[in-house]
């Protein structure tokens, strides 16, 4: 079983930056691929982006694609998503998760260990 804990959630003004850290401890971290993905008040979770095990390949939502970059840094069990031009729409608590596939994917049902999730909170 792996262990994640999010960081780096916080208040910013739309058009604003902010970079989440997604920090993993227990099973072999680098062997997976990784994703973030967000939840706002009322709406269902939804797939925000996700990276390859190495690293080498990413999958983006449409809604933040150009704004919001994924990577990883396995010697340090960690995944990072740099989110820039943030919009009040980007507002929710954010999580990071481990798959059970090697490959970036955007579907929530493979990956099997969440983080307890960071809030993200833009003001227009």
């Known amino acids: 079983q792996v262990q994640l804990v999010e960081s780096g959630g916080g208040l910013v003004q739309t058009g604003g930056s902010l970079r989440l850290s997604c920090a993993a401890s227990?099973?072999?971290?680098?062997?997976?691929?990784m994703g973030w993905f967000r939840q706002a008040p009322g709406k269902e979770r939804e797939f925000v982006v996700g990276i390859s095990w190495s690293g080498g390949s990413t999958t983006t939502a449409d809604s933040v694609k150009g704004r919001f970059t994924i990577s990883r840094d396995n010697a340090k069990n960690t995944v990072y998503l740099q989110m820039n031009s943030l919009k009040p729409d980007d507002t929710a608590v954010y999580y990071c998760?481990?798959?059970?596939?090697?490959?970036?994917?955007?579907?929530?049902?493979?990956?099997?260990?969440w983080g307890q999730g960071t809030q993200v909170t833009v003001s227009s």
């Open positions: 227990g099973r072999t971290f680098s062997n997976y691929a």
């Open positions: 998760a481990v798959a059970d596939v090697t490959y970036a994917t955007m579907y929530a049902d493979r990956y099997k260990s």
